[in-house]
């Protein structure tokens, strides 16, 4: 009996390591995105421009705006229970933010080479200027998908729409996003955020900056969309890591990761004090023999 209580100390010293490190694993990042400062001095035309984070907020689905080609779109018509929904407002004669937020994610797009618009979850770029016109609208979707390499596939899961300056105000108080007009330039003061929406237009999580790291965003659309589209080493990693708002990146869940830790290691334990016993019963038995 002395191996086996030999494996006993030294299989409960392993464990009490795991179990510390387990602990300690909350400081790791599974993925790191810092927040930009905001500056200390802000001129009049951002006063009151930002987000207010709504979650669980209900996007009205009854809402009619209009796409890119003219067609008339029910929001809740964009919401089929499976898929949920990346939320922008933005504007096509944005002279620069709104092009290097949209560009951004479409570079991050090009990096979920498993996720794409129309498959797994959808678009909608809202338009701030309730006077874009159509062909303003189009020109502007089709210069930014020309940089996303799997245009083709993207075009029916990415839409672009209008609406009424009452709409637009409606739907972004909705959703917390704060914007202002500035006459002097005749541009829209507003802040780079995707808003997402889960498949019933509920509002599940903001992303802020102009670049999106693709784990992050991918594992912000596992955790709403039907279980179809998730793939099992995201499911897993969801089970162990959850969404640190502060930092913009999921973290190390501590509890969970040392409850599946000490979970596989109760089973490899016993395992190995049985496959001991039957060691030293066959040992005991041959010099018996």
Request: proline share 3%; charged share 20%.
């Amino acid at each position: 009996m002395a191996i086996t209580r030999f494996a006993f100390m030294h299989c409960t010293a392993v464990v009490a390591v795991m179990v510390m490190g387990g602990v300690n694993a909350q400081q790791s990042h599974f993925d790191v995105e810092q927040r930009g400062q905001s500056a200390a001095y802000q001129p009049d035309s951002l006063e009151g421009v930002g987000i207010d984070e709504k979650l669980e907020a209900q996007v009205p689905g009854d809402m009619v705006f209009t796409d890119s080609a003219g067609k008339r779109v029910r929001l809740g018509d964009l919401f089929d229970g499976e898929r949920p929904v990346i939320l922008t407002m933005n504007y096509a004669s944005c002279p620069q933010l709104c092009g290097l937020q949209l560009n951004g994610f479409v570079k991050t797009l090009e990096n979920m080479e498993d996720w794409t618009p129309g498959n797994q979850f959808r678009v909608v770029t809202i338009s701030l200027d309730p006077n874009e016109t159509a062909e303003r609208s189009a020109d502007f979707r089709n210069a930014l998908l020309s940089n996303y390499g799997r245009r083709e596939q993207v075009l029916g899961g990415w839409s672009f729409l209008r609406g009424s300056e009452e709409d637009i105000r409606h739907l972004a108080d909705v959703v917390g996003f704060r914007y202002n007009f500035v006459e002097e330039t005749g541009q829209y003061a507003h802040t780079a955020a995707l808003m997402l929406l889960d498949p019933q237009g509920r509002v599940a999580r903001y992303l802020y900056g102009i670049d999106f790291k693709p784990s992050t965003l991918r594992l912000s659309l596992s955790e709403t969309a039907d279980s179809k589209f998730v793939s099992t080493i995201d499911a897993l990693i969801l089970r162990c890591f959850m969404y640190d708002a502060a930092s913009g990146s999921f973290v190390a869940d501590a509890w969970n990761l040392t409850r599946y830790v000490l979970s596989f290691l109760a089973l490899f334990f016993f395992a190995f004090l049985a496959w001991l016993f039957r060691l030293e019963r066959k040992t005991r038995k041959a010099k018996v023999a």
